[in-house]
């Protein structure tokens, strides 16, 4: 039945005599065999009704393809599908253990996400590949595998996808390009996590929490001689401030000035040379001073956070995490 609508090597198997706890001591016994037992030891099995009503698939190829394979075709059919289910299994049991050593290198549980690497994807065997996609898929709790063709579309995503390409699949689970993965998820979970920061206003001084990111940022206002910006602190003239710094999401257009680069870049080109995802884009933070953004906190630098105050004093800056 599964070679006539279309499986795979796990599909066409056929059942399996032990799976987990499940055995099935009987698989291989024909059914005169077992009818016979019953008559000997004086035993009624119960009787389904609906085997014998050929509305169904499963009863069409069992009391007519069957019967009509054995008589014209193979008279020993039933023993010959036997035997290849035997041999794939055995098949299938080695290539399931491959894909295991495989996949402790190259698939991994991020919370509630699956990653796929990319490193090395191209010198697999295609066959391989195939394996460790539908592993992947069913990390997230899937039991029901994915179909061919959608297989062969999240193939095509790792081999020629941009990176930041969502492919939605069966079960309501996204695969996205990533720079080094492919991120499998469920899509209802993901959303919440993609928000734009809201524009705020931050404490001068004190502390700003921004839930979007769960981070916070604290000021404070120092005299003297300043410390040495960088990613995470930096140190702002206060008298070439306005009084109302804020944060906000990347907007089209933005641009800031980095150290050492005599123009500004475009924020979208920094986004893409550090290989953050299109998926996580949102949720950088950008420190803006009217329309100048004067710091990406945990990222970069500007110009900004080099300049002396001539009265000596600064707005210090510094990212935390919320927890």
């Known amino acids: ?36 037992y019953c008559r000997e030891n004086c035993l009624e099995p119960r009787r389904d009704p609906s085997n014998e009503q050929n509305i169904y698939l499963r009863n069409q190829i069992r009391n007519q393809i069957i ?6 075709i193979n ?7 036997n035997r290849t289910a035997s041999i794939l299994q055995v098949e299938e049991d080695f290539l399931e253990q491959e894909t295991t050593k495989r996949a402790e ?29 539908r592993l992947a898929y069913r990390q997230l709790g899937e039991k029901q595998g994915l179909a061919f063709d959608h297989v062969e579309k999240v193939g095509d995503l790792m081999q020629k996808g941009q990176v930041g390409k969502v492919l939605q699949l069966p079960g309501k689970i996204n695969a996205e390009k990533s720079y080094a993965e492919i991120l499998f998820y469920k899509r209802p979970g993901f959303s919440a996590h993609n928000k734009k920061i809201t524009p705020r206003c931050l404490k001068i001084p004190g502390e700003t929490l ?40 990347r907007q089209a257009g933005d641009r800031f000035a980095p150290p050492g680069l005599a123009g500004t870049k475009k ?6 040379e550090q290989k953050i995802p299109q998926g996580k884009r949102e949720q950088i933070i950008l420190v803006v001073v009217g329309a100048e953004i004067v710091w990406i906190p945990g990222l970069a630098v500007t110009k ?10 600064y707005l210090v800056l510094t990212l935390k995490n919320s927890s």
């Not at 019967?67 to 014209?72: I, N, S, V």
């Not at 008279?75 to 599908?81: C, M, R, S």
């Not at 900004?304 to 004093?313: A, I, T, V």
């Open 304 to 313: 900004k956070c080099f300049l002396r105050s001539k009265k000596e004093k």
């Open 267 to 272: 924020v979208k080109d920094f986004f893409r």
């Open 67 to 72: 019967p009509w394979l054995a008589e014209k």
């Open 1 to 36: 039945m599964h070679f006539l609508v279309g499986a795979g090597l796990e599909g066409l198997q056929g059942l399996v005599p032990q799976n987990g706890p499940l055995i099935r001591p009987l698989l291989f016994l024909r059914r005169q065999e077992i009818e016979a």
């Open 210 to 249: 921004i839930p979007e990111t769960g981070q916070k940022i604290r000021v404070e206002v120092r005299e003297g001689v300043p410390g040495q910006s960088e990613k995470n602190k930096v140190y702002l003239p206060w008298e070439k401030v306005a009084t109302e710094i804020y944060v906000r999401s």
């Open 105 to 133: 290198k190259l698939i991994r549980i991020k919370g509630e996400k699956v990653s796929l690497a990319l490193a090395g994807w191209d010198v697999l065997h295609l066959g391989m590949q195939r394996r460790l996609i």
């Open 75 to 81: 008279p020993n059919l039933v023993e010959t599908l």
